[in-house]
């Protein structure tokens, strides 16, 4: 497993979003945890799981157990990754703790 990204023990931005691999005419993604900075295909914290969009086969395979962690530790999620996460029920279940975690924020 790789480590997460530090900058003198603070968390860098992170994003959780979608790596392309795969071959022309047919996209395989993989959902990944990587700096905010990096290029889209560039190096990567985590591999969190796979995304295949072809049509009928529509496959979404994802760590739900890493996947509340990088929710939980500040990872952003890309728009089309937070509908991922939205269809297999893991945002449901992130929300208790990143609204604590806002509160919690907002009363400092």
């Keep these: 497993m790789v480590t997460p990204s530090r900058c003198g023990g603070i968390f860098l931005a992170t994003s959780i979003r979608l ?3 795969g071959t022309t005419n047919s996209p395989v993604y993989r959902v990944v945890v990587s700096d905010c900075r990096r290029p889209r295909d560039g190096r990567i ?14 496959k ?6 890493r996947t509340l962690y990088w ?10 990754v937070r509908g991922l996460l939205s269809r297999k029920g893991i ?18």
């Design 91 to 108: 945002m449901v279940k992130a929300q208790p703790a990143l609204k604590a975690k806002a509160k919690a924020k907002a009363a400092k």
């Design 19 to 21: 790596s392309r691999v």
């Design 60 to 65: 979404i395979e994802i760590n739900e157990e």
């Design 71 to 80: 929710l939980r530790q500040g990872a952003k999620p890309s728009d089309t």
């Design 45 to 58: 914290n985590e591999l969190l799981g796979t995304f295949n969009p072809v049509k009928g086969a529509d």
